[in-house]
T-cell receptor, first 115, second 115 residues
Framework: DAGVIQSPRHEVTEMGQEVTLRCKPISGHDYLFWYRQTMMRGLELLIY????????DSGMPEDRFSAKMPNASFSTLKIQPSEPRDSAVYFC?????????????FGDGTRLSIL | AQSVTQLGSHVSVSEGALVLLRCNYSSSVPPYLFWYVQYPNQGLQLLLKYTSAATLVKGINGFEAEFKKSETSFHLTKPSAHMSDAAEYFCAVSEGLGGNEKLTFGTGTRLTIIP
């Protein structure tokens, strides 16, 4: 079975540019999560969706970050304008609605570098 | 609110020696617990999970963990370390109430294997 698919795997862009990260969750999963991982702050939950509806976006660092889930098989995380401190690895994960008994499944991440 | 504490951000063991990675949790309800492993440039992969069945849980790659309610612990062990076990390990907890699939992660433990 296909796992969580993220694109691109690597992104290098200049400060001020718009960045769009993409995620395709595992088919049939109800929940989708966006995380950011850095050496300084570790793994941070940015936002998560249930049935395409954002449930908790309290981890989104500022208004420059936005996330959408237009349908059950696709989500985007946008940064506009991007800044060097946004450089990190961004992970998408998905899970079934089982009351927490089943694990989240992670993609391989997008390594983002803002110059 | 739930939380996870991983004692020791870095652990080094000799090849063939016992691996012990510590995880303590706090939760207002009986938790579901997970251990994930992250290899360089990859996403998090599930090692094992505890979901209120047997307290000793066996996972992939020879790892196991024991849920001890009295100690609020879920330590990860492997009898004999292999070079391929070098990675970062994350403990996570889910309260699983109300259909909430959100996980709370520990800060991770980087495992180094000494030849």
């Amino acid at each position: 079975d296909a796992g969580v698919i993220q694109s691109p795997r690597h992104e290098v862009t200049e400060m001020g540019q718009e960045v769009t990260l993409r995620c395709k969750p595992i088919s049939g999963h109800d929940y989708l999560f966006w995380y950011r991982q850095t050496m300084m702050r570790g793994l941070e939950l940015l936002i998560y969706f249930n049935n395409n509806v954002p449930i908790d976006d309290s981890g989104m660092p500022e208004d420059r970050f936005s996330a959408k889930m237009p349908n059950a098989s696709f989500s985007t995380l946008k940064i506009q304008p991007s800044e060097p401190r946004d450089s990190a690895v961004y992970f998408c994960a998905s899970s079934l609605n089982t009351g927490g008994r089943q694990p989240q499944h992670f993609g391989d991440g997008t390594r983002l570098s803002i110059l | 609110a739930q939380s996870v504490t991983q004692l020791g951000s870095h652990v080094s063991v000799s090849e063939g020696a016992l691996v012990l990675l510590r995880c303590n949790y706090s939760s207002s309800v009986p938790p579901y617990l997970f251990w994930y492993v992250q290899y360089p440039n990859q996403g998090l992969q599930l090692l094992l999970k505890y979901t209120s069945a047997a307290t000793l849980v066996k996972g992939i790659n020879g790892f196991e963990a024991e849920f001890k309610k009295s100690e609020t612990s879920f330590h990860l062990t492997k009898p004999s370390a292999h070079m391929s076990d070098a990675a970062e390990y994350f403990c996570a907890v889910s309260e699983g109430l109300g259909g909430n699939e959100k996980l709370t992660f520990g800060t991770g433990t980087r495992l180094t294997i000494i030849p």
